[in-house]
């Protein structure tokens, strides 16, 4: 079945950067792209950027252009998502999701806890 | 890119209906056919239950349902059962490869 298994939570102090992976399994890596989409604790989703694992091309949010970098390694069919310069604003859930059309995130990834504090 | 307005929350009794709005602008919802809806249960990630604003993939009851008009998209639940207890949030296509996720709605069963 498809699914997507997401690195393991994360401690790291302000200032850091912290690298997530996302692997998937059951369908072609290279046919969909990879999004990755964060929830701080208590607070609603909010979308950062995506791969498209076939060319490497990426598009970030706004938001976080210059702190954040996706990549990928076709080879084991994983997506990696790296943020830096983190402040406790950053404690959140990070999501890795599919998505087979424009905003159709098919499949999810279990979430990563990642936390900032000093 | 500014966050969708949703409502904070929404309630309903076992068998009712509950409609949650989603509304953007003409460069997100209003512009595009490209509008999801999620349910999210605590602890768990979101599931898909509405893409292209009114069509559910296999395994999604028909009791949900998707509509849009204007910049405001809709979901409606009915028959609401104890299960649809959770957050939903709608997403939509932005323009400029970018997607803008909604602030998100409770549901109680009361």
């Known amino acids: 079945q498809v699914q997507l298994v997401q690195s393991g939570a994360e401690v790291k102090k302000p200032g850091a950067s912290v690298k997530a992976s996302c692997k998937a399994s059951g369908y072609t890596f290279t046919d969909y792209y990879i999004h990755w989409v964060r929830q701080a604790p208590g607070h609603g989703l909010e979308w950062m950027g995506w791969i498209n694992p076939n060319s490497g091309g990426t598009s970030y949010a706004q938001k976080f252009q210059g702190r954040v970098t996706v990549t990928r390694d076709t080879s084991i069919s994983t997506a990696y998502m790296e943020l830096s310069r983190l402040t406790s604003d950053d404690t959140a859930v990070y999501y890795c999701a599919r998505t087979t059309a424009h905003s159709l995130f098919d499949c999810w990834g279990q979430g990563v806890l990642v936390t900032v504090s000093s | 890119q500014s966050a969708l307005t949703q409502p904070p929350s929404a309630s309903g009794s076992p068998g009712q209906s509950v409609t949650i709005s989603c509304t953007g602008t003409s460069s997100d919802v209003g512009g595009y056919n490209y509008v999801s809806w999620y349910q999210q249960h605590p602890g768990q990630a979101p599931k898909l239950l509405i893409y292209?604003?009114?069509k559910r993939p296999s395994g999604v009851p028909d009791r949900f349902s998707g509509s849009k008009s204007g910049n405001t998209a809709s979901l409606t639940v009915s028959g609401l059962q104890a299960e649809d207890e959770a957050d939903y949030y709608c997403?939509?296509?932005?323009?400029?490869?970018?997607?803008?996720f909604g602030t998100g709605t409770k549901v109680t069963v009361l």
């Open positions: 292209d604003v009114s």
């Open positions: 997403s939509s296509y932005g323009g400029s490869n970018n997607d803008v």
